[in-house]
């Protein structure tokens, strides 16, 4: 079993930044690949950012690729997801998630455990 607790979401203005934080916990946490995903009201859940369990690889979704971050450190669990130049359109429940086949994020919005979320909010 792997837990996964989302924290850093809130308010921001359109520009503007905020950090994602996703905190794994679990024996093997440290050997599952971690996904961001985000659903806004009315819309399907959409992928935004994968990074292997090593770190060593990372993925990104169309329309964040070169303005969100996604790391990790093993060393405490947690994966970022650092997100700059937010637009209104990123208005979103963002969710972390955990698979051991990183693939299987990057086709699908299914993995094995999930995080409860966090509300991001940009304005305009």
């Known amino acids: 079993q792997v837990q996964l607790v989302e924290s850093g979401g809130g308010l921001v203005q359109a520009g503007g930044s905020l950090r994602l934080s996703c905190a794994a916990s679990g024996r093997t946490s440290s050997s599952y690949a971690i996904g961001w995903f985000r659903q806004a009201p009315g819309k399907e859940r959409e992928f935004v950012a994968a990074?292997?369990?090593?770190?060593?690889?990372?993925y990104y979704g169309d329309s964040v690729k070169g303005r969100f971050t996604i790391s990790r450190d093993n060393a405490k669990n947690t994966v970022y997801l650092q997100m700059n130049s937010l637009k209104p359109e990123d208005t979103a429940v963002y969710y972390c998630?955990?698979?051991?086949?990183?693939?299987?994020?990057?086709?699908?919005?299914?993995?094995?455990?999930w995080g409860q979320g966090t509300q991001v909010t940009v304005s305009s």
């Open positions: 990074i292997s369990y090593s770190g060593a690889n990372t």
């Open positions: 998630a955990a698979d051991g086949i990183l693939a299987r994020m990057l086709i699908s919005t299914i993995a094995e455990y």
